[in-house]
């Protein structure tokens, strides 16, 4: 397992890669700089960014023929000839189109979590990633690289409270996440559909109303404090009963399991009264 870093890397990471809309080069240290022909740079499957819009790609391109690529790429060798994007990969994608044979870039020494971080970072500063993007790429830390909540806070310049929320977006059916991945419904929307019994059915509501996000949260409530949306629960049997106790036993924490009519399927509840119990959950649940 990677060793966590113990730096803040986001502070003076615009100064050491640059800016795409800027028109001076970045400061960075020449000792990493060289110039690297294009064909043997190749994007990082792991990149928390995975839209590029084309639009933007080609005012870049064309920018990039008139005064040529300003800012360098990231870069970290993967082999004897290859490199791997850390960071740059919209400003690759442009010298691509813009026919450009190679290209300056920072070679650095990264491993797998530092990588990522450093992607994470630069996406986050320049408000690139959508909610459901960023919210992945800090799943992906906590799964690959054992990072807790805590320290992505303390690494990448956010707030606990705004990682444990994105996290929760990641919850969602996939039909709710496509809505927010085109944009119709917001982070903000979103988090108010977490707890909904039907999030799908009043995401739809949301998106036809247009809702605002208070709004919204007003309508989960009310659809919430319904009897007439609430099914009358399945009484539990001994079995339920002695599994909710081992497994609340084992975690530490309430556990609730209610089968819905058919008994072929159903819902697990984990209840936790912290944020240090939710941190132990994920830890446990990632392993």
Not at 15 to 25: F, Q, R, S, W
Not at 153 to 173: E, F, V, Y
Request: proline fraction near 6%.
């Amino acid at each position: 397992m990677n060793s966590l870093p113990k730096r803040r890397l986001g502070r003076g990471l615009a100064a050491l890669i640059g800016d795409d809309a800027a028109d001076e080069p970045a400061t960075a240290d020449t000792r990493y700089m060289r110039l690297i022909p294009i064909e043997l740079v190749h994007p990082n499957p792991n990149n928390p960014r995975h839209h590029f819009d084309d639009e933007t790609i080609d005012e870049l391109a064309a920018s990039i023929r008139a005064k040529g690529l300003l800012q360098p790429l990231m870069v970290r060798q993967r082999d004897t000839a290859t490199y791997e994007i850390v960071a740059g990969e919209r400003r690759w994608r442009a010298a691509q189109r813009a026919g450009i044979h190679e290209v300056p870039a920072i070679v650095r020494e990264l491993s797998d979590g530092e990588a990522l971080e450093i992607a994470l970072i630069e996406n986050i500063q320049r408000a690139d990633l959508n909610p459901l993007e960023e919210a992945r790429g800090y799943a992906q830390l906590m799964s690959e690289f054992a990072y807790t909540q805590q320290q992505l806070a303390d690494s990448l310049g956010k707030s606990r409270s705004h990682i444990a929320n994105l996290l929760r977006l990641l919850t969602l059916p996939e039909p709710v996440l496509d809505l927010v991945r085109a944009g119709k419904l917001s982070a903000g929307h979103a988090r108010a559909l977490v707890t909904a019994t039907d999030p799908v059915a009043l995401a739809r509501q949301v998106v036809d109303r247009d809702l605002s996000v208070r709004q919204t949260e007003q309508l989960a409530k009310v659809v919430a404090q319904s009897p007439a949306r609430r099914p009358a629960p399945m009484p539990k049997d001994a079995d339920t009963r002695a599994l909710e106790a081992d497994l609340s036993a084992n975690l530490r924490l309430r556990v609730s399991i209610d089968h819905k009519p058919g008994g072929q399927a159903g819902e697990l509840r984990i209840r936790y009264g912290t944020l240090e119990e939710l941190d132990g959950l994920c830890q446990l649940l990632s392993r």
